[in-house]
């Protein structure tokens, strides 16, 4: 029993060595700091970036909350080490400026596809007793008006915009006009963002006709998106974008194009890129699709939004995609942490 005993603790103590051995030591000594983008998707990267960092890696991780602006400063500064959401179309001034000036860079593609467009319900248009077969595109729209019927003018179809105040309202009420659609439908603007999913959602599960506007990744596309077509309009042509971007009135408007489909990148700060090259090339690596961003924010939105839910259920969910980020061994330890 003795030697048993003694063969046992042996075992063990091997065991522990191994497993010290093989402890992560993180590059840096201080903590790998984070943008805390103020949207889902963003928070959501974040929180799993951090926890591959924080249990595969060995890093300490912090987040600084804020906006845009301030975090591409920061970013620059060096006060902040990484921005997980750089939308490549609407780059602003600070991050151009300090791009250029070799302060910060672009790190991978974190989505490549971040969609905007109009959108119906799947039921309304496919078989053969679809209410409004063949609508395939907003050229389509016109005929099938009285299927949108609002019910506070009877004689026009009911489009729903995004908010007040929002670029997307402005840039829908010019398509409006565009498209020669002004006059059939009302230009619906909900109050909130919150207003606009809940009157998309609600018709989906009600299976009423709608025709909406958003955008994605999101959640509502993570619940809805397999019941929704989005309809086709004019290939995006950057000239006729910028022509109708610069049009001060919308009645004035009479050409426009899809929105463009949106490289969202990951930013980092170029110093601390060559400080840190492990945590650089898993930031480099690191890339989903908007389908999956959509699915995990879906997930969020049912078990309470916090991110940090959302992000192990993505790992746990798509380790073959992950497990490509890192090395092997990094993927062990976060496989444990699981």
């Known amino acids: ?10 075992c063990a103590a091997l065991a522990w060595a191994g497993t010290a051995a093989a402890a992560p030591k993180c590059e840096v000594d201080e ?7 103020d949207w889902d998707s ?7 970036a951090q926890f591959v960092l924080a249990h595969g890696y060995g890093c300490k991780v912090d987040q600084i909350p804020g906006s845009t602006i301030p975090l591409i400063n920061g970013l620059a500064r060096g006060d902040v080490h990484v921005l997980m959401e750089i ?19 672009e790190n ?28 395939r595109s907003v050229a389509d729209l016109a005929k099938h008006k009285a299927v ?8 026009k179809g009911r489009f729903y915009n995004c908010v007040a105040g929002w670029q997307c309202e402005v840039v829908n009420e010019k398509k409006l006009h565009a498209y020669g659609l002004a006059d059939d439908f009302t230009n619906f603007r909900p109050g909130t963002g919150a207003a606009l999913a809940a009157a998309a959602e609600s018709a989906i599960k009600r299976r009423q006709p709608i025709v909406f506007y958003y955008w994605g990744p999101t959640w509502l596309l993570g619940k809805i998106g397999s019941d929704v077509v989005m309809l086709d309009e004019p290939a995006f042509d950057q000239k006729v974008w910028d022509a109708m971007s610069a049009e001060k009135d919308p009645a004035k408007v009479t050409k426009a194009v899809a929105y463009p489909v949106v490289k969202v990148v990951v930013g980092i700060n170029s110093a601390f890129a060559d400080k840190a090259p492990g945590i ?32 192990r259920n993505f790992l746990k969910s798509h380790p073959d995609l992950w497990q490509a980020w890192v090395p092997a061994e990094v993927a062990a330890r976060v496989k444990a942490a699981l």
Do not use: C
């Open 280 to 311: 650089a090339r898993f930031l480099d690596a690191y890339q989903t699709t908007g389908a999956l961003v959509s699915e995990a924010l879906a997930f969020m939105q049912d078990s309470g939004g916090k991110p940090e839910a959302g992000a």
């Open 42 to 48: 963003a928070a959501f990267h974040t929180a799993v």
């Open 148 to 155: 949108f019927r609002d019910p506070e003018e009877p004689s």
């Open 108 to 135: 991978g593609t974190n989505f490549p596809d971040a969609v905007q467009g109009w959108f119906v319900p799947r039921y309304l248009v496919e078989g053969d007793q679809a209410p409004a077969k063949g609508l």
């Open 31 to 37: 903590p790998v700091m984070f943008g805390g983008l």
């Open 1 to 10: 029993m003795k030697m048993i005993l003694r063969t046992v603790a042996a």
């Open 87 to 105: 939308w490549s179309n609407n780059q602003p001034e600070a991050w151009t400026k300090a791009a250029a000036a070799g302060t910060v860079r």
